[in-house]
């Protein structure tokens, strides 16, 4: 009785924790449905009297909210792609290759994970006008196609690989970039799937670098779009949480499908056995 008693308050607890969490998903999707009085009204209303799509039509003729969707999708894939290829790459070489230098040059690797993004943006930013690459989308990805976090995560992954399997394929003839692609990739997808959610919703929510490198409409992300929707004299609640509820849904639907995989690569390596 006593068990059964405290797994009730436990599970009580995780209820109201759960509905914290959730409180603000769940705001957001009601005040998108609602009109304009209601969502200014005072005490503001948790539900909305109807379903009023309205909301989503205005946002679409304010702004061009699906070519922002368009460019943060296009963005987001491609440094996750990168990122997946590019650190990868540098796992496999810091994991199962021998050369001279290797624990030192690991070690200047991670270093740069102790640099704030705000003391590169100045020179990455110089660095990108050099080249021309203001208002394009090469200035919005390849600052961002390397990763030492993404290099750690899957080389410590990577050493949690069966050592008996790579010297039975090295016995065999099988030479690194067949044990790269058929070996310890197909092995890594946990640990892929984790970076690749992880490095698509950071550069999804991306603000900052795309408000200083972009100047037109065209190459806005998301994040800057949903800004455009405030204005100096009122701000309409109804129609930026309308806003918010359209750029959210592409990061929810990727979490959803990813969410297994995502679990499996954080908790691997937590239980031996």
Request: glycine share 6%; aromatic share 14%.
């Amino acid at each position: 009785m006593t068990s059964r008693f405290q797994n009730t308050i436990v599970y009580l607890l995780l209820g109201i924790a759960a509905a914290l969490v959730l409180y603000p998903l769940l705001f957001t999707f009601s005040a998108a449905l609602m009109t304009p009085a209601e969502s200014s009204s005072y005490p503001p209303k948790l539900l909305p009297g109807g379903l009023y799509w309205d909301n989503f039509i205005t946002v679409t003729h304010l702004v061009p909210i699906f070519k922002f969707i368009m460019n943060s999708l296009l963005i987001s894939t491609a440094i996750m792609i990168g990122q997946l290829l590019t650190a990868s790459m540098a796992a496999y070489a810091f994991s199962f290759l021998r050369f001279t230098g290797k624990g030192i040059l690991f070690a200047l690797f991670l270093s740069t994970m102790m640099i704030p993004w705000e003391v590169t943006m100045i020179p990455n930013y110089l660095t990108v006008k050099s080249w021309g690459w203001l208002d394009s989308y090469e200035g919005l990805i390849v600052p961002f196609l390397a990763t030492a976090f993404g290099t750690f995560l899957l080389r410590q992954f990577f050493l949690q690989l069966p050592a008996e399997l790579f010297e039975a394929a090295k016995i065999d003839g099988c030479g690194h970039i067949r044990s790269f692609f058929q070996m310890v990739l197909p092995l890594a997808r946990p640990a892929l799937a984790t970076l690749g959610v992880y490095s698509f919703l950071t550069h999804w929510n991306m603000y900052l670098w795309p408000l200083l490198i972009t100047n037109g409409e065209q190459m806005r992300t998301v994040q800057i779009g949903i800004s455009m929707l405030q204005f100096e004299e009122m701000t309409s609640w109804n129609l930026v949480l309308a806003g918010v509820t359209l750029v959210m849904l592409p990061s929810l639907l990727l979490l959803v499908l990813g969410i297994k995989q995502l679990v499996r690569g954080i908790t691997a390596g937590a239980v031996k056995g």
